[in-house]
């Protein structure tokens, strides 16, 4: 992979931005809506709007079965799957282990790239670049965050699970998808909508704690908005631009942004515990991302994968 356009670390400090406040308003929308209430509404509002844009610029979701098995996966691997077992695992699972545990998404991703895509093979400077991001977030959330570990095991083995399924997700966007990204986040987006929505019927329809107030219905509208549909345009866009393993990284930024929000939003103090952990994150950040250096494996060889449009 070549160096990133300055446009593309644009975009990658957005989504990062994104997700990162995410996590936030995703505690305002569930005091007062269940969690699948709130999942179903961020998704319907997403693909709402990207089928939208779709149809304003006069494009339409492509009738192929290959198509379809695209949106299919992404769907369920990039948003439904992964939305619903971190809404199980985040009812016993304190946000701060939550963060150590989405950490594991890059390294899974490192690994899972250096094996399935030829020109994303494993490099010191990379490996480097992961270390540091998981010790950046585990000095950030502090060693108190590793507490709890083990004691809720269904619930974070939920969360790890939906670190598996981001990470299958971006190696198989990598690999195979070759659709245009306004294109795919909205077929992703409808098929996951479609998938909760069954769901929630199943589960007996309209859940009992959605008592909506202009709190949660903000957050719903935020998270459609901004979280959903406008971060996974952006996802689709620059996972074929940036590779698996560099896309994987924003779950790194993401603590940071939270930080971050934090102080200028909330006013929590940026201590030396978490100005050192940022320090860390970003340099690491810097070295997963940049132009990667000697091969750990086989010399790098080209993909004839890469000359497929953009």
Same mark, same amino acid.
């Given at each position: 992979?070549?160096?990133?356009?300055?446009?593309?670390?644009?975009? #990658?400090?957005?989504?990062? &931005?994104? #997700?990162?406040?995410?996590?936030?308003?995703?505690?305002?929308?569930?005091?007062?809506?269940?969690?699948?209430?709130?999942?179903?509404?961020?998704?319907? $509002? !997403?693909?709402?709007?990207? =089928?939208?844009?779709?149809? #304003?610029?006069?494009?339409?979701?492509?009738?192929?079965?290959?198509?379809?098995? %695209?949106?299919?996966?992404?769907?369920?691997?990039?948003?439904? &799957?992964?939305?619903?077992?971190?809404?199980? !695992?985040?009812?016993?699972?304190?946000?701060?282990?939550?963060?150590?545990?989405? !950490?594991?998404?890059?390294?899974?991703?490192?690994? =899972?790239?250096? #094996?399935?895509?030829?020109?994303?093979?494993?490099?010191?400077?990379?490996?480097?670049?992961?270390?540091?991001?998981?010790?950046?977030?585990?000095? *950030?959330?502090?060693?108190?965050?590793?507490?709890?570990? !083990? &004691?809720?095991?269904?619930?974070?083995?939920?969360?790890?699970?939906?670190?598996?399924?981001?990470?299958? %997700?971006?190696?198989?966007?990598?690999?195979?998808?070759?659709?245009?990204?306004?294109?795919?986040?909205?077929?992703?987006?409808?098929?996951?909508? $479609?998938?909760?929505?069954?769901?929630?019927?199943?589960?007996?329809?309209?859940?009992?704690?959605?008592?909506?107030?202009?709190?949660?219905?903000?957050?719903?509208?935020?998270?459609?908005?901004?979280?959903?549909?406008? &971060?996974?345009?952006?996802?689709?866009? *620059?996972?074929?631009?940036?590779?698996?393993?560099?896309?994987?990284?924003?779950?790194?930024?993401?603590?940071?942004?939270?930080?971050?929000?934090?102080?200028?939003?909330?006013?929590?103090?940026?201590?030396?515990?978490?100005?050192?952990?940022?320090?860390?994150?970003?340099?690491?950040?810097?070295?997963?991302?940049?132009?990667?250096?000697?091969?750990?494996?086989?010399?790098?060889?080209?993909?004839?994968?890469?000359?497929?449009?953009?």
């Amino acid at each position: 992979m070549g160096k990133a356009a300055p446009i593309d670390v644009v975009l #990658w400090l957005m989504l990062a &931005a994104m #997700w990162s406040s995410s996590y936030a308003v995703i505690k305002i929308g569930v005091t007062t809506l269940a969690p699948s209430a709130l999942v179903f509404g961020r998704l319907l $509002i !997403g693909a709402a709007l990207l =089928l939208a844009v779709m149809h #304003w610029r006069g494009h339409r979701l492509s009738r192929t079965p290959s198509a379809w098995i %695209s949106y299919g996966v992404t769907g369920i691997l990039g948003s439904a &799957a992964p939305f619903l077992l971190i809404t199980h !695992g985040e009812q016993s699972v304190d946000s701060a282990l939550a963060s150590i545990l989405m !950490g594991a998404s890059p390294v899974i991703t490192l690994f =899972l790239a250096a #094996w399935l895509i030829p020109d994303e093979r494993l490099t010191a400077r990379t490996a480097l670049g992961i270390v540091g991001g998981l010790s950046g977030v585990a000095v *950030l959330v502090g060693p108190s965050a590793l507490a709890g570990l !083990g &004691a809720d095991l269904g619930g974070q083995l939920a969360i790890l699970g939906a670190t598996v399924c981001y990470a299958v %997700s971006t190696i198989y966007i990598r690999r195979f998808v070759t659709r245009p990204p306004l294109e795919m986040a909205a077929g992703s987006m409808l098929v996951a909508t $479609i998938i909760m929505g069954t769901v929630v019927a199943l589960s007996g329809g309209v859940p009992e704690r959605a008592d909506i107030n202009l709190s949660s219905a903000g957050a719903v509208i935020y998270l459609g908005l901004a979280s959903t549909a406008c &971060a996974n345009l952006i996802y689709f866009h *620059l996972v074929p631009r940036l590779g698996a393993t560099r896309m994987s990284q924003v779950n790194f930024a993401v603590p940071v942004g939270g930080a971050v929000l934090g102080f200028l939003l909330l006013g929590e103090a940026l201590t030396p515990q978490r100005l050192t952990a940022l320090a860390i994150i970003m340099v690491s950040i810097y070295l997963g991302t940049s132009r990667p250096g000697r091969s750990l494996s086989a010399p790098e060889t080209p993909n004839p994968a890469d000359h497929r449009v953009r």
